[in-house]
Every structure is written in C-alpha cells, then in structure tokens.
C-alpha cells in the first residue's frame, strides 16, 4: 500500500520507510501546507497533520507525533520536545536542555502517536507506541536524533548493555523504539 506520510522532517521519513516496509511511504508534496502543532496531545497534533494531507491530496495519508516525556519534569516536554529550547532549537539544543534540567538516571518516556486518514473510507485510526528508560548523565553516540543520546532505554538490548538509543544499529531502535512500537501496530493493521 502506498501512505503519504505528512512530515517534513527527513529523519522520520526515512525511520518510517524502514519500518513500514513493505509498503511505500512517499514523501509529502512541497505544496501541501501542513497545520501548527498546537495539540496538547500527541493524538490531536498528529491528527492534525494527516487530516490536513488527506484533504489536499484526496489519499491515505499517516502522520505522527512523537517526542519525550521526563517525570522528574512532570511529562515535559511532551509534544513540545522539538522546540522545548526555543521554537528554532536545534536537536542537540533541546537535548543540552534536558540534561540541565533532569538529573542523570531520571525515568523518561519516548511516546509516537500515528494517525491514519483515509479520506476515501473516511475512517482516521491511531496508533500509539511507547519506549521507557532513564537519562543518560551525557550524549553518546552518533545514530538516531533527537533526544537518543542520552535516552537508556530500559528494554534489553543485545550486548554490549548500557547503550543509549543514538548507539543502537537502526535495526535494533527499530525493534523497541516508541515509533518502532506505533508502526508494528499500524502494519499489522495494514496487514503487512
């Protein structure tokens, strides 16, 4: 099956592709313009974005939201983990952020919420994937974006143990990542 997916950000298109396989995931045409993230949810931001595709280009369209949560900052920064140093923070800003912030071995939480939109069935699903572990004292590892270097996950890992996720082969974030989690639940949907 081919899914536009309605992003922009070249890193999750490419985690997508991977994980989908093997249905096709195209990339979101430079003309559709996708709405704001002003959800106070990973659901409502997502949907947002699929529904806004759907209805410009009339196909089956997925989006996603994803980001952090630290409990020793009450969930934050939840779905403003992409601007939670600043609107134009970098990832390696909204990182250097955290780890001022949480101290070093504080429980964390990877959360992807897909959604699905078929304008033509007029059904819209979600799929929701989660990843737990611990903070990192600092960055390791050049895989990944984002939060991964200093995310521990708690799931077992093959050796060496101690990995953060920015150390991990893509095969193995893949296999225990929150949006690894979400897109197994929507392939199965899809019936891969």
């Not at 106070?40 to 410009?56: D, H, P, Q, S, V």
């Not at 296999?175 to 019936?191: F, P, V």
Request: with cysteine.
């Amino acid at each position: 099956m081919k899914l536009v997916l309605a992003t922009r950000n070249d890193h999750k298109a490419q985690e997508f592709s991977a994980l989908l396989a093997p249905h096709e995931v195209v990339p979101l045409p430079g003309a559709v313009e996708l709405p704001p993230e002003t959800g106070t949810t990973f659901a409502e931001n997502a949907l947002g974005k699929a529904r806004a595709a759907a209805a410009a280009l009339g196909v089956v369209t997925i989006a996603d939201d994803s980001g952090i949560e630290s409990a020793a900052l009450g969930g934050r920064p939840g779905v403003y983990s992409a601007r939670f140093a600043g609107e134009d923070a970098s990832d390696e800003e909204n990182l250097a952020k955290l780890l001022r912030k949480a101290p070093a071995g504080s429980a964390l939480a990877y959360v992807c919420v897909i959604a699905l939109v078929d304008p033509i069935a007029g059904t819209e699903l979600l799929f929701e994937g989660r990843c737990t572990g611990t903070l990192a004292a600092a960055p390791r590892g050049d895989g990944g974006f984002g939060y991964d270097p200093a995310f521990l996950p708690d799931d077992e890992i093959p050796p060496p143990a101690g990995r953060t996720m920015a150390e991990l082969s893509p095969a193995e974030k893949g296999a225990i990542s929150h949006r690894g989690r979400a897109a197994a639940l929507l392939a199965e949907h899809l019936g891969r």
